[in-house]
């Protein structure tokens, strides 16, 4: 990680930097689920735990951080910052305990990231790549303030994207005041 980020509380979830043993504590198991991981790109593969430390070894993120609801300290999911080019970021989440699918916890991973992109991180923009069947992930970037990337703009950018949703920061600053 580039950035050291302290200890953040948002709302009843906070998050610390990922660490080795969260592959154990959960992350493991959600990657090999495919019901968790059937819109990730990562879902036909069986991990390991060596899979796992290697991907975590070999991260080059802003930030990674794993999140943990504050009430009863369950470790629920993920969420990771990383830039894309200078200036644009992007950001993933994974909500990977079902106990927490459907409770709005991608709609407080998304206002977590788009608050470190923009105001810890600097960005002008963030875009973010969405699974074209994942309707739920989609419909809570577009509440959260993202409007649809359409491929003119995409290769303006010079991203290679489809499915995408994009923040920018005087949009951002505009919401803030």
């Given at each position: 990680m580039n950035k050291l980020i302290p200890t953040l509380i948002y709302d009843d979830v906070y998050?610390?930097?990922?660490?080795?043993?969260?592959?154990?504590?959960?992350?493991?198991?959600?990657?090999?689920?495919p019901h968790?991981?059937?819109?990730?790109?990562?879902e036909s593969k069986k991990y390991t735990v060596e899979d796992m430390q290697?991907?975590?070894?070999s991260d080059n993120s802003l930030a990674f951080l794993a999140c943990y609801n504050r009430v009863d300290d369950v470790?629920?999911?993920?969420l990771r910052i990383y830039e894309l080019s200078p200036g644009i970021l992007s950001f993933g989440r994974l909500i990977g305990d079902k106990r927490f699918h459907g409770l709005g916890y991608g709609t407080k991973l998304n206002k977590v990231a788009i608050d470190l992109?923009?105001?810890w991180f600097g960005a002008d923009l963030i875009v973010v790549a969405n699974h074209e069947e994942n309707k739920a992930?989609?419909?809570?970037?577009?509440?959260?303030?993202?409007?649809?990337?359409?491929?003119?703009?995409?290769?303006?950018?010079?991203?290679?994207?489809?499915?995408?949703?994009y923040m920018d920061k005087e949009y951002f600053l505009k919401v803030q005041t």
């Open positions: 998050f610390l930097p990922i660490k080795s043993e969260n592959i154990n504590a959960g992350w493991l198991e959600w990657m090999n689920n968790i991981t059937k819109y990730l790109s990562a290697n991907y975590l070894d470790y629920l999911g993920n992109c923009f105001n992930s989609a419909v809570s970037k577009i509440k959260a303030g993202f409007s649809i990337a359409d491929n003119s703009l995409l290769a303006e950018w010079g991203l290679d994207l489809s499915n995408a949703v």
